[in-house]
């Protein structure tokens, strides 16, 4: 069954904010850390964002920080990267993941994945 959903990707222009969700099931979401990560056309797969189970504590790329936010919402069983000050160098398909280390950065340690959504800066 889907256990995550992204959504709130699109086409925006630099320096413009845009804020992806990622819906989880109760099960995933009181349970895991979570993390966002990206891929651009022609590179790997890149941490953004992770944030423990309980929402107190976060860490982020260098690339994002003081840029992106991350937070969760208990309420909505959802996750949030507000992306401010968006360059088009931040262009991918960002993924939200579960896993149970809080913080890493190795796409394999997440064992649940959604499908993505696509972020499109343009300059």
């Known amino acids: 069954q889907v256990q995550l959903v992204e959504s709130g990707g699109g086409l925006v222009q630099a320096g413009d904010s845009l804020r992806l969700s990622c819906a989880a099931s109760?099960?995933?979401?009181?349970?895991?850390?979570m993390g966002w990560f990206r891929q651009a056309p022609g590179k790997e797969r890149e941490f953004v964002a992770a944030?423990?189970?309980?929402?107190?504590?976060?860490n982020y790329a260098d690339s994002v920080k003081g840029r992106f936010t991350i937070s969760r919402d208990r309420a909505k069983n959802t996750v949030y990267l507000q992306m401010n000050s968006l360059k088009p160098g931040d262009t991918a398909v960002y993924s939200c993941?579960?896993?149970?280390?809080?913080?890493?950065?190795?796409?394999?340690?997440?064992?649940?994945w959604g499908q993505g959504t696509q972020v499109t800066v343009s300059s």
């Open positions: 109760t099960r995933i979401f009181i349970n895991y850390a």
């Open positions: 993941a579960a896993g149970a280390t809080y913080g890493s950065r190795t796409p394999a340690e997440y064992p649940y």
């Open positions: 944030i423990n189970w309980s929402g107190g504590l976060t």
